[in-house]
Each structure stands twice: as C-alpha cells, then as structure tokens.
C-alpha cells in the first residue's frame, strides 16, 4: 500500500533563514506527488507538484521541491522564510485514480 | 472564478443527531472529494464523487454517507454523531485532466463540526 511520511512533526525556523521539510514515500511506481499548506483555521493550498520530467519543481511563494527517486523523497524547501510562513504543511501521493494519501504534516514555527 | 465553497463554516451537534455539510465544487470541476481532518488521525479519504456516482471510498461506517447532484455539488450526511466525529470536514474538486487520470485537488476552507 502507498504512504507517504513526514519525519518532522514540528519545525522552528528563524525568520530569513532558509528551509527543508522532509517527505518519504513508499510505492512500487513513480508517483504524483504534491505539497499543501494549511493556514490556522483554514483549508488546503496547494504549494507546488510533481507529475514527471524535471525533478526541480518551482510552486508558489517562493517554493521549490525535488524529486529523488532513488531516495523515494520529495522534499520542500524554499531559500529565506518569512513570517507568513508559518504554517502546516502537507506532502500528499497520488497514483492514477486513487484517492490523494497524505502524510501526517509538518508545523512549521518562525521565530523574529 | 470562485474557488470551493463549504457550508456550513461551523456547526455544533450534539451526540445522537445528525449533520449535513454541502460543498460547491470551482466551476467546471466533475470531481468532489471529501476528507475528514483530525489532529490524532490527520487527513483521512471519505469518498470521491463523479458525475454523480461515488467512485472511491475510504475506511469509515456506513453512519458517513455522501452524494452529488447534477450540477456537482456535493452533500455529506453523518448520522448518529458521536463524540469522536469531531472534526474538519473538508471538500476538494478536482477537474478531471489528462489521459495519466492525474487530479490536482483545490480544497474548500472546510467545516468545522463540534460534537458535544
């Protein structure tokens, strides 16, 4: 069965420092792989994801995430955190049409 | 264009009633999807909707049922409310895509249900 896994349940960060969230997954075949965001209160967004081709995938506010297949990972990272940052963040698997598996989250603290 | 729309936002029940959340799923989106969030069990598949017809289904009692209507919206139905289905409930459409059947979702801000 497909999982995915986020090794990090609670990560603080400086404020302008830079950012990587881990995310491991497990599944015979390559994947669609996605990271969301949940504000306090507030639904998903969707960051960035990843279908094929070029592993480096560029998503909105500044984030990017690589794809490794020969470490089953597809890691967030964004160069300089801001305050608005500060948030829950969700990698997600999906293969064909099954349903979208998430991974247990990662929040994300900034500190001045 | 509008995005997904939840209502309603909150809703508090008591033990034993039952609740009926509705999701208007972004213009042109066939595919409704519903997610139950909690903080000891984190996002969990309830079922997906297409065109009508539940197309995939997760781990949960027949007490969680769902449809959706011509126009795709979708309604959730949770009967005989217990304690422990306090929860986000949240809904994602989807527009059915390529040929690889890959579905990007775009979630509603959810509906909170306190169960007391």
């Known amino acids: 069965a497909q999982s995915v896994t986020q090794p990090d349940i609670h990560i603080t960060v400086s404020e302008g420092a830079s950012l990587e969230l881990r995310c491991n997954y497990s599944?015979?075949?390559?994947?669609?792989l996605f990271w969301y965001v949940q504000s306090p209160g507030q639904g998903l967004q969707l960051l960035l994801k990843y279908f094929s081709g070029d592993t480096l995938v560029q998503g909105i506010k500044g984030f990017e995430a690589e794809f490794k297949r020969s470490q089953s990972s597809f890691n967030l990272r964004k160069p300089s955190v801001h305050w608005s940052d500060a948030a829950e963040y969700f990698c997600?698997?999906?293969?064909?049409?099954?349903?979208?598996?998430f991974g247990t989250g990662t929040r994300l603290t900034i500190i001045p | 264009k509008a995005g997904v729309t939840q209502t309603p936002r909150y809703l508090i029940k008591t033990r034993g009633q039952q609740v009926t959340l509705s999701c208007s799923p972004i213009?042109?989106?066939?595919?409704v999807s519903w997610y139950q969030q909690t903080p000891g069990q984190g996002l969990q598949f309830l079922f997906e909707y297409f065109s009508e017809t539940q197309r995939n289904k997760g781990n949960f009692p027949g007490r969680f049922s769902g449809r959706q209507f011509s126009n795709s919206r979708s309604e959730m139905n949770v009967s005989t409310l217990e304690l422990g289905d306090s929860a986000l409930y949240l809904c994602a459409s989807s527009l059915q895509t390529t040929s690889s059947g890959a579905n990007v979702l775009t979630f509603g801000a959810g509906s909170r249900l306190t169960v007391l």
């Open positions: 599944y015979g075949a390559t994947p669609y």
């Open positions: 213009s042109g989106h066939r595919s």
């Open positions: 997600a698997l999906l293969f064909g049409n099954e349903k979208l598996t």
